[in-house]
């Protein structure tokens, strides 16, 4: 595709939706394209049919002549704003009703399951079979109006279920992970991440160092709040790099994707007196698991071989549905430039590493006066790291912040927070990078 389209209204092939089914009760990431399919219950359905189609659009599920599939619905069809009637006429309404008097015991229904695969046979839609359901209940008009509400909408997303064409953005996508795989990307909340990007001052025209070990979430928010101006740089302490799969979903275009480069910290540190030294000090207290770094310049080279084989093969089929590939080796002008003037922010995302050995390391190549933030999932780590840069003399006006969100229901005559959520959402510790001695000689 284009690169035109990756920034347009309409859904193209090969783009990254996030799929919001039955308002929320599952997220779901997907790529369109011709063989991509979504299960819904025990059904496959096609995403044929979401390619084109304007992001914010609904789909239903329709009973076809040979299986079910995906519809678009108009805007005509939702039943915007019924709930709520319902609810304000109990409100005020002169016979109020309660559910003491209701017993459940599977003989309210008359309706069989045989008559609702009869139904589905004839070409009924899902609505006709959930206003069937209502109507040959015994006890549907006994329940309160928040009752038959709730019992309307737990059958419509049985019998009728409802696909949301929703655009990625770093919003839904942290929450998505938040709800699935919290600890791929560390149980970092929307609010922390949303943080974690003003206390580290990121802005137009910035160039971020980031260590990201949570997937690439850092990393694509920074790209995105960056939109297409400055440069985020994903430093990798060893040869192997941080994998990024998550930048992909978001669905950047050319400008924004070469704006997102990679480097190792030697590459950093080798261009600076006694960088060889700390390098090999910060590899000792690495993972197990890192290669050599005798090795890094012909894996860069690698590298920088399969990249412009990938652009190339990307540039010789403009109708490919793979992403655009972003993450790629620092160009020597750029380490160049960054060893002179040093980068504007620094943001630390690392569980499993010593955010305390990560810091001295990492924050000798930003320029002075320089904004960072290290988010971390408990508090010690982040406290005795703020203890030794208080007594080191590195930085000023330090804090450790700890988010707090809390989601509330809004309905009529039922304004609650929510019954089950996450009151946690991990610590960041900010401050500002000061002029040393000990900085002079770097």
């Not at 009973?63 to 409100?91: M, W």
């Not at 943080?195 to 802005?203: E, I, K, Q, R």
């Not at 260590?211 to 040869?239: H, I, P, Q, S, W």
């Not at 305390?356 to 930003?366: A, D, Y």
Request: aromatic content about 6%; some cysteine; charged content about 25%.
């Amino acid at each position: 595709m284009e690169d035109s389209n990756r920034s347009s209204r309409l859904t193209w092939e090969g783009c990254s939706v996030l799929l919001d089914i039955n308002d929320g009760e599952r997220l779901v990431f997907a790529r369109l394209s011709a063989a991509a399919t979504l299960k819904i219950g025990k059904t496959n359905f096609s995403l044929q049919p979401l390619v084109g189609c304007p992001f914010g659009s609904l789909f239903r599920v329709e009973n076809g002549k040979d299986k079910p599939y995906l519809s678009r619905a108009l805007p005509t069809e939702e039943r915007g704003g019924e709930g709520n009637d319902i609810e304000e006429k109990n409100v005020t309404g002169e016979e109020p009703k309660d559910n003491r008097a209701l017993v459940d015991n599977n003989t309210a229904q008359s309706l069989t399951g045989d008559d609702i695969d009869e139904m589905r046979s004839q070409g009924a839609t899902g609505d006709q079979i959930v206003e069937a359901l209502i109507a040959n209940s015994t006890t549907f008009e006994k329940k309160t109006s928040f009752s038959q509400e709730k019992y309307r909408l737990r059958k419509q997303k049985k019998y009728a279920p409802k696909v949301l064409v929703r655009r990625p953005f770093v919003r839904s996508i942290c929450d998505a992970y938040f709800r699935k795989y919290p600890a791929k990307i560390g149980c970092l909340r929307s609010d922390a991440l949303s943080l974690l990007l003003s206390m580290a001052n990121v802005t137009a025209y910035s160039d971020v160092l980031v260590l990201d070990m949570v997937g690439g979430m850092v990393t694509g928010a920074v790209a995105e709040r960056l939109g297409g101006t400055g440069y985020v740089c994903n430093v990798n302490l060893g040869v192997t790099p941080y994998p990024m799969d998550i930048v992909r979903i978001f669905n950047f275009n050319n400008d924004i994707c070469k704006r997102i480069v990679r480097c190792c910290l030697n590459d950093l540190c080798s261009r600076q007196n006694g960088g060889d030294a700390q390098v090999q000090n910060m590899q000792a207290t690495d993972s197990a698991n890192e290669l050599d770094v005798v090795d890094e310049e012909a894996s860069l080279k690698e590298n920088r071989t399969s990249d412009d084989a990938l652009s190339k093969t990307a540039n010789r089929d403009p109708t490919t549905c793979k992403p655009i590939k972003a993450g790629e080796v620092a160009s020597e002008e750029l380490i160049n430039s960054w060893k002179e003037k040093g980068f504007s922010s620094l943001i630390i995302a690392a569980q499993e590493l010593d955010v305390g050995s990560l810091i001295q390391k990492l924050l000798p190549h930003l320029s002075y006066s320089a904004s960072f933030a290290i988010y971390h999932q408990y508090l010690q780590p982040l406290a005795a790291c703020m203890h030794n840069l208080q007594r080191e003399k590195m930085a000023i006006g330090m804090q450790i912040s700890e988010p707090w969100l809390r989601e509330y229901q809004v309905l009529p005559s039922r304004t609650h927070p929510h019954m089950q959520m996450s009151a946690f959402g991990g610590y960041i510790l900010s401050g500002t990078k000061i002029c040393t001695s000990e900085s002079n000689v770097q």
